[in-house]
């Protein structure tokens, strides 16, 4: 990497909720966020790199497809933005809910990362959310200001639909759990939604503890927090009877909420409204602005850099665990692990055109780019 002298590094915050829907980000759902986010910039079109948790995370810390996952892990290689921090001397706090061993983060994202927290305390994903809460309020509390340092905090209670029992805050009527198999195209998705409306609404009340630690510290004007999700969550949108995540490529499972705030970013004034952005954009937006990497971001990524001039993507990228896609604002492309191919809209019904296959031609050239 090509590097220049960084005067004073910004604090870097990242706030990632498991199977966020993107219209559940608002100020009903989500005040706490919703209103914090008001002092940067919300991207509205923003598709996370996959429609799971392993293929979102990747590509939010690599900057490239998350095809290349069994790479990564095979030949050991920790992401250039997790490398340029330590260069950078930052410290480094790692708080998720659930396990960094599945999938093994712990070989792949946080590689190099020092005394990794691996796990959270607690039998449920409540009393987990809970807990990374607590130690990242002491964790921030107790680091050392001279240095710059690097936050990430992955709640997982919408995954599982999960609040706590004495929750006030409820959107009725719910379900009273969630059984998957008796969910079909018949079931009635609205007592499911008030329950995962439920679970995120939680989660921004444990995220409020964060962002007023975040606004007391006097260090937001130093400070970069990204907000978003890893992945999507679907209660049967299309009526294709798909419920979660995991299974295609539409809009529920893969368009999540996606914030910028902090040092340097605009008010929501930048342009990107109606544009697709990625988590693949993620890296060259920061190493580009904030961490003194010059390399032409090809070098290193598939994103663009958000905070520059606004660019017209006509597809972007996703990809599950053995499955890739090629998604525009109309259509999706989706390619199997032994090269089968359907073409769908939005709606995942099946079109009788032909594809744009200079499209596939561009995301095969994305897939092998990295590979020697």
């Given amino acids: 990497m090509q590097t220049e002298t960084v005067e004073n590094p910004p604090n870097i915050v990242f706030l990632v909720i498991d199977s966020w829907r993107e219209e559940t980000f608002n100020a009903e759902n989500t005040p706490n966020l919703w209103n914090f986010a008001q002092n940067g910039t919300i991207y509205q079109e923003h598709l996370s790199t996959g429609n799971a948790t392993r293929a979102g995370v990747f590509g939010f810390f690599y900057g490239i497809p998350s095809t290349y996952w069994h790479s990564a892990i095979d030949n050991k290689t920790s992401p250039v933005f997790i490398d340029r921090m330590q260069e950078l001397d930052y410290q480094l706090g790692i708080f998720a809910s659930a396990r960094l061993t599945s999938p093994e983060f712990d070989q792949t994202v946080f590689l190099k990362v020092p005394d990794l927290r691996k796990e959270s305390t607690g039998d449920t994903a409540v009393a987990r959310d809970q807990n990374i809460t607590e130690e990242w309020l002491d964790w921030f509390e107790q680091k050392d200001d001279s240095k710059p340092s690097f936050s990430f905090l992955f709640y997982d209670a919408p995954h599982g639909y999960a609040f706590p029992e004495d929750y006030d805050h409820r959107y009725e009527p719910m379900l009273s759990e969630v059984n998957y198999l008796k969910l079909n195209n ?131 990228l996703v990809s599950s665990y053995s499955k890739y896609a090629v998604v525009t604002h109309k259509d999706i492309m989706e390619v199997g692990s032994v090269g089968q191919f359907s073409y769908v809209d939005k709606k995942y019904k099946p079109l009788k055109d032909q594809p744009d296959y200079e499209l596939l031609q561009q995301a095969l050239e994305q897939i092998s780019r990295f590979s020697k």
Avoid: C
């Fill in 186 to 316: 018949n079931t009635d998705p609205m007592p499911l939604m008030n329950r995962y409306k439920t679970s995120v609404h939680f989660i921004d009340s444990l995220a409020k503890q964060v962002l007023n630690a975040l606004s007391a510290s006097g260090e937001m004007e130093n400070t970069i927090v990204v907000i978003t999700g890893d992945h999507g969550e679907e209660l049967n949108d299309n009526k294709q009877n798909y419920w979660g995540h995991n299974g295609n490529f539409s809009n529920p499972q893969v368009h999540v909420p996606f914030a910028i705030i902090g040092k340097g970013v605009p008010k929501n004034t930048n342009g990107w409204n109606n544009r697709f952005t990625s988590h693949q954009d993620v890296v060259p937006t920061l190493m580009q602005n904030y961490l003194g990497v010059k390399n032409p971001v090809q070098d290193y990524s598939m994103g663009v850099n958000l905070l520059g001039k606004p660019i017209d993507r006509d597809w972007l």
